[in-house]
Each structure stands twice: as structure tokens, then as C-alpha cells.
């Protein structure tokens, strides 16, 4: 098959309610825009009719759908990974299947990239989240721009535009947790930004809960910076500095007042913020010793379970006494095509 112009990545966890409606608006969008394409779904593990519904459509539309079967739910940015790595379109698009960002607009990412520029981030306007959320994301990327060199305006939507180079340079890094919008930024010469606009989730609900926010923003932080570890040493040198200080202040009062007891409650809650700072820097750190040793034991970042591609459908198996009967599925690491 020669290679798409266009490839479109749509990570899919439990969407059974939502995938008929993406089916029936990203097809007729695609083909609007009169170029070769292909659609790569990639199934994180869902627990619904997400998979069947995926391999019907695979069956209905097998020129240009790829579906990736994982074997567990591995989360949304190694799927995409997943998905960039059977991707073989000049201009990726990353979508997410809630349409809360329209298909339709595809096309406007795609003109950008046609210009030259090879980063294509997107801004939601008249945003459809709550009050909460959109208070998150604002603080997040203020925290992130002071920290990191990356800038971007509204790192929550994951609508985006990757060209081949960025896509490839994604592909030749194996880190376990990371931040793709942010990495690919990092790799690209001619960023630029548009506006897109955004839905109410049509049906299902969101996958990310509070915990899951946090720690997607603890891989953006100390995935790209340095500057909390940083920080926390200044701060350690501070309270070092002013410690030493008040000591030198109780030693001379205890010269010429005399020993006292009062002040002992003073003393304990110094002693208490002194420990909560402590523990928050060994949290800080461990944090970062934690993401070293996930990367150093080399696990597959993800395993797929089976490969729907255009006008095949390839299972990961190995042949066994070169008879037609499979043996159990071989496991494919991520870090290279099977």
C-alpha cells in the first residue's frame, strides 16, 4: 500500500456510546478533503463493545482503517505512540474519539502543515468543560511556561498536528512516561497554533479523574524540567541560611535573658515546616528516581494483542512446527514494527 497523505490517530478507551457518531462525521470529513488517508484507532483495553465496534467498522471501511488491539489499558499517550508508529501519512493528526473537537476541522491542521510549518498546536475556543477543569488547565500551563521552554497556550487539547519529521523523532524515543504535545514540541523548527473549535462530549464520560489529571501533569513537569529539583535546593540553601541564623538568636538570647520556656510552641512549629519541607523534597525527588527506574528496567511500554490493517487483518502469533495451528500471541514492545 503506498503511503497516505493524511493519517489520523484516535486513541479509543470505552467508547462504545460515542463511536458511531465519530464514524459517521470523520469519514465523510476525511474524504472532503480529496487526499489519500487513513484512519489508525487505537483500542487502550476497553472494557465495552469498544473493540467489536472497531473491527465492524474496520470491515466496512478496510482501505483506509488500521485498528491496534492492545492487550491492557496502557493510557492515552502511549497508544497514540502506539499509533505513530503504524502511522504512515506526511501530516499525523492526533483526535480524540468524544468529538468534543469536530472532525470537520482536520483539514484546517492539515492546510497549516502545507504551508511548512511542522508543529500544529490548537486553542479551544468557547471551551465546553467546567469551571474547575478550565481553572486547572490555566494554572498548569502558567506553572509549565515558567519552568520549561515550551509554550503552549492550551495544552489540554489533544487535536494537533505532527509532520513525518516530528512523527519519526516521537517514534526514536523510548520513554515510558511523557507528554506527547510537549515532545513534540521540543522537536519542532516551525511551531505555530490555531484556534478549533470544541463540543460537548457527545456521549460517555471523561476518562481522566483528579488523580489522573495530576499525575499526567507531574510527567509534563518532570519530563521536560529540572527546575522543581532545582528549586527545592534553593529553598532547602534558604531555610539552611535562616535556621542557622535563629539559632544564633536563641543562643545570645539565652545569654542575656536567661534559660525560658517559653517559645516552645515556636519551636515545634518551625521543627514541624522544616519536616513538612523535607518530606515534600524527598516526595520531589522520588518522584524522579521513580521515573529512572521505570526506564531502566526496559519493559515494553505497551503489548499488542492483534493488528486490523487495510485489507488484512494480522495477529501477532508465532508459527508452531510450521503447522496452520497458532500458539499463544507473541508480544510486541513498541519499539519496533512487528
Known amino acids: 500500500m503506498t503511503k497516505p497523505d493524511v493519517s489520523v490517530v484516535i486513541p479509543v478507551y470505552n467508547e462504545e456510546a460515542g463511536l458511531a457518531s465519530l464514524f459517521a462525521r470523520l469519514y465523510p470529513a476525511l474524504d472532503a478533503l480529496g487526499r489519500s488517508y487513513e484512519v489508525v484507532f487505537v483500542n487502550d483495553g476497553s472494557r465495552d463493545r469498544s473493540a467489536a465496534l472497531l473491527r465492524e467498522q474496520h470491515g466496512k471501511r478496510p482501505d483506509v482503517t488500521r485498528v491496534i488491539l492492545f492487550n491492557g489499558n496502557f493510557g492515552q499517550h502511549l497508544a497514540i505512540m502506539a499509533g505513530f508508529e503504524h502511522a504512515g501519512g506526511r501530516c499525523v493528526v492526533t483526535l480524540d474519539a468524544d468529538l468534543q473537537n469536530p472532525p470537520e476541522e482536520i483539514g484546517l491542521l492539515v492546510a497549516e502543515m502545507d504551508k511548512g510549518y511542522d508543529y500544529i498546536g490548537t486553542i479551544r475556543k468557547m471551551r465546553q468543560d467546567t469551571l474547575f477543569r478550565r481553572l486547572a488547565s490555566r494554572l498548569m500551563n502558567q506553572t509549565r511556561e515558567r519552568i520549561t521552554r515550551i509554550r503552549m497556550t492550551d495544552q489540554g487539547c489533544m487535536m494537533r498536528g505532527y509532520s513525518r519529521g516530528i512523527v519519526e523523532a516521537i517514534n526514536a524515543c523510548h520513554e515510558v512516561n511523557t507528554f506527547l504535545p510537549a515532545l513534540g514540541y521540543t522537536f519542532a523548527t516551525r511551531p505555530t497554533e490555531i484556534e478549533v ?32 529539583l532545582q528549586l527545592f535546593s534553593l529553598v532547602g540553601i534558604g531555610i539552611s541560611l535562616l535556621s542557622i541564623v535563629f539559632v544564633v538568636f536563641l543562643a545570645i538570647r539565652r545569654l542575656i535573658v536567661g534559660p525560658e520556656a517559653e517559645g516552645l510552641f515556636t519551636l515545634f512549629s518551625i521543627a514541624f515546616f522544616l519536616i513538612g519541607i523535607t518530606l515534600f523534597g524527598i516526595g520531589l525527588l522520588g518522584e524522579y528516581v521513580g521515573r529512572i527506574y521505570q526506564q531502566v528496567r526496559q519493559r515494553p511500554r505497551f503489548l499488542i494483542q492483534a493488528i486490523l490493517e487495510p485489507q488484512v487483518v494480522r495477529v501477532v502469533s508465532v508459527a508452531q512446527n510450521d503447522t496452520a495451528e497458532p500458539t499463544l500471541p507473541s508480544v510486541y514492545t513498541g519499539s519496533e514494527r512487528p
Do not use: C, M, Q
Not at 488523580?211 to 499526567?216: G, M
Open 197 to 228: 473549535s470544541h463540543e460537548e462530549r457527545a456521549a460517555g464520560e471523561s476518562k481522566y479523574s483528579l488523580y489522573s489529571l495530576i499525575r499526567l501533569n507531574f510527567d509534563l513537569v518532570t519530563a521536560f524540567s529540572l527546575v522543581p
